[in-house]
């Protein structure tokens, strides 16, 4: 049995930020990092985005696997659900399936939109454990993932298709942004150091910046 060592202790979930934190992405890249670095251990990664482009709100996790397969396409995260091929409530259960094919099998992020109260809108949010998708509209679908990724774009509680297909897209894509980019620097990171533990630079805004 391997011990961790003391500087290997997990990070307090949820870890959670504001889009609009000029250090939104480095907080959520050292998430990543820190989680998978000590969870996936030597595993491959597989990062599934949940939605879909025919809601603006539900678009979130689309939006972020698109920018992902450009960002991280040379390496060998694999990424399920883009703009071109989206995974929602029709195909999730297929995909679920492939990556249950899959050997070894892969340390799974999921990536999701979801609704809350009006003072979170625009939180980014890891948390430990799959996701359950679908159940802030009352969908009962399969739970996704080791680790997952939501993002609050808009209010819950009544009338939540309408609220989605309402959800102002300049939002949704600036989070999608942070998100992806996120992912992208904790996982890259976690690449590079083959292993070995390095610290993570914090990143601060620029003096006079917001």
């Not at 202790?9 to 889009?19: G, S």
């Not at 942004?177 to 630079?201: M, S």
Request: contains cysteine; aromatic residues 6%; neutral net charge.
């Amino acid at each position: 049995m391997r011990f961790l060592r003391q500087d290997e202790h997990l990070p307090r979930y949820p870890i959670r930020v504001a889009y609009n934190d000029p250090n939104a992405a480095g907080v959520l890249a050292q998430g990543v990092w820190e989680t998978v670095r000590i969870k996936a251990r030597d595993r491959n990664v597989a990062i599934i985005c949940v939605g879909t482009d025919r809601s603006t709100g539900d678009a979130l996790g689309p939006l972020v696997g698109s920018r992902l397969a450009e960002t991280l396409q040379s390496t060998e995260v694999q990424i399920f659900g883009t703009l071109d091929e989206p995974v929602h409530a029709v195909n999730l259960t297929e995909t679920l399936t492939r990556l249950d094919r899959m050997s070894p099998a892969p340390f799974v992020i999921a990536v999701d939109a979801c609704l809350g109260q009006v003072n979170s809108i625009g939180q980014i949010s890891l948390h430990d454990g799959p996701l359950r998708p679908g159940a802030g509209v009352n969908k009962q679908l399969p739970a996704v993932g080791d680790i997952h990724i939501t993002g609050i774009v808009n209010v819950g509680g009544y009338m939540e298709y309408f609220v989605l297909q309402n959800t102002r897209l300049q939002l949704v894509f600036r989070m999608a942004r942070i998100i992806a980019d996120g992912l992208a620097e904790g996982l890259v990171r976690r690449l590079r150091a083959g292993g070995e533990v390095l610290p993570f630079p914090v990143r601060r805004p620029a003096p006079g910046g917001p």
